[in-house]
């Protein structure tokens, strides 16, 4: 769990970040107390999946039954054994089912789900949709590809104009693969928030 070496970095800029985390059973006892770690400098762990699989394709040989028992109760069984209830659940790959989205609804208070970085203004949102006072949150790619692409200034202007938040997700730090941001990016994200006046919370 490479997160927690920000740990610093974080309090440093006073930011609170959300971790949605999957294949916790598969994780080694050094990674699991990475977790507990972050959970404990006051940021949010959440539940991915335990297997983290397309639920369509596992939709076409499983059943809503064992899909809910293998990927979502494993997982947040794996969370309780740290002493963590989730509240929120992203879907993996943010892939949707219509009948399994109705079982999650039942078991979490919101739903995540991803956009393109093209589509970056469908992450930022005054009140997040719900369905019966449950929260569907859109959340935008980011990574070090396209951090240089998002137009922070005009994000900025359209944050101040009504408040509201802007959601972003990324996989890893890291600087070469996918779905990674590197250390450095981090900060200068960090710093524009500072910078144009911005709180970092967690869910």
């Known amino acids: 769990m490479e997160w927690a ?16 985390v999957c294949c916790i059973g ?16 006051g940021h949010s762990i959440q539940a991915h999946g335990e297997l983290h699989v397309s639920v369509n394709t596992y939709m076409a040989n499983g059943t809503y039954r064992e899909y ?7 997982n ?5 054994a740290l002493g963590i ?4 659940f992203a879907l993996p790959y943010g892939e949707h089912y219509k009948w399994i989205n109705l079982a999650l609804w039942r078991r979490f208070n919101g739903l995540r789900d991803v956009v393109p970085a093209k589509a970056y203004q469908k992450a930022i949102v ?6 019966r006072n449950r929260r569907w949150i859109a959340s935008a790619e980011l990574e070090n590809q396209n951090f240089d692409r998002y137009p922070w200034d005009n994000i900025a202007a359209s944050l101040r104009e009504k408040p509201a938040t802007l959601y972003l997700n990324t ?3 890291g600087v ?10 981090i900060r200068k994200l960090l710093d524009w928030g500072k910078r144009e006046g911005f709180r970092f919370e967690s869910l």
């Open 5 to 20: 070496a920000l740990i610093s970095l974080f309090e440093e800029y006073d930011a609170k970040v959300t971790f949605f």
């Open 26 to 41: 598969q994780m080694s006892c050094e990674e699991k107390e990475a977790i507990v770690e972050l959970k404990n400098a």
């Open 68 to 74: 809910l028992k293998d990927e979502v109760d494993e």
């Open 76 to 80: 947040i069984q794996q969370l309780a």
């Open 85 to 88: 209830t989730p509240s929120h």
């Open 126 to 131: 005054s009140a997040p949709e719900s369905y």
């Open 171 to 173: 996989h890893r730090p």
């Open 176 to 185: 070469e693969g996918r779905y990674e941001l590197s250390k450095n990016n």
